[in-house]
């Protein structure tokens, strides 16, 4: 099955940042787009960012300037790069990746586990 590998939550402080990684697995290929969400206690899940394969990236506007999506095709991994982070910046962060499983051969849309963030003094 596809497994998605995060890593680089953790505690941090306000204005502190962090680098999230998330290695895809190579049985899923040709994928479209890689990003990453976030769920607040008590609130929905909502998209921090994304990236398609030609390099296309899309924000949540509240977060734009601080947060950079960056991805590397070879390795199947999407990066979220945060900044300036703020208490309300903390969340569980959970990576997404749209692709082909190569045993069903279909398209599919694929979770990670979640890593959580935490901005606290």
């Known amino acids: 099955q596809v497994q998605l590998v995060e890593s680089g939550g953790g505690l941090v402080q306000p204005g502190g940042s962090l680098r999230l990684s998330c290695a895809a697995s190579?049985?899923?290929?040709?994928?479209?787009?890689m990003g990453w969400y976030r769920q607040a206690p008590g609130k929905e899940r909502e998209l921090v960012a994304r990236i398609t394969s030609s390099g296309t990236t899309t924000y949540a506007d509240a977060l734009k300037g601080r947060f950079t999506i960056s991805r590397d095709n070879a390795k199947n991994t999407v990066y979220l790069q945060m900044s300036s982070l703020k208490p309300e910046d903390t969340a569980v962060y959970y990576c997404?990746?749209?692709?082909?499983?190569?045993?069903?051969?279909?398209?599919?849309?694929?979770w990670g586990q979640g890593t959580q963030v935490t901005v606290s003094s």
């Open positions: 997404n990746v749209v692709g082909v499983y190569i045993v069903t051969m279909t398209r599919g849309d694929y």
């Open positions: 190579r049985n899923i290929f040709s994928i479209n787009a």
